[in-house]
């Protein structure tokens, strides 16, 4: 577990393959500032904040630690299907990828069988089978009980891909 912010930039700058000159030539610090930020002896600047995170391909939050709550359980008359949004986001070494859709379009496109989230992209196999393995159905069915926040986290380890399903 990541749990500090010097642990996540040295997980995520190795993750995307750069050495800590790389990072800091894209961050425009010098090594030894980013040396510094992994050994917990000083923290990036706020500003370098959005910078830090497009460069490693995870949002703000996600670089800070700060987690979504899992999924809860809402009240039906709360609930608004007709509004809510499954989100679902893949996360692999070459490729970040995040698809937004209404959750009644994806009723709809489930139920035509006009639903292939993810083409034969080489850089996406290991997200294919992840979500081939998934009952979005299933997802759905959760979701129109009132189910929201994260309710899928998929982590295929030998093609290091991460997939995720939310609904909000």
Do not use: H
């Amino acid at each position: 577990m990541l749990d500090t912010l010097d642990e996540r930039i040295a997980f995520y700058r190795k993750k995307c393959g750069l050495t800590q000159e790389e990072l800091a030539e894209k961050c425009s610090v010098t090594p030894q500032a980013v040396s510094k930020w992994e050994n917990a002896i000083t923290s990036p600047d706020i500003s370098l904040l959005p910078r830090l995170s497009e460069v490693f391909g995870v949002s703000c939050d996600e670089l800070l630690g700060a987690r979504k709550p899992e999924a809860v359980a809402v009240a039906q008359n709360e609930f608004d299907p007709s509004r809510a949004v499954l989100k679902i986001r893949i996360i692999t070494d070459e490729a970040r990828v995040s698809l937004n859709l209404p959750l009644e379009v994806v009723k709809l496109l489930l139920a035509t069988g006009a639903i292939d989230l993810v083409e034969d992209d080489e850089s996406l196999k290991g997200a294919k089978s992840a979500l081939e393995s998934i009952d979005l159905d299933r997802v759905i069915a959760l979701a129109n009980a009132g189910v929201m926040g994260k309710l899928v986290e998929i982590e295929v380890n030998e093609e290091n891909t991460k997939v995720e399903i939310w609904v909000e």
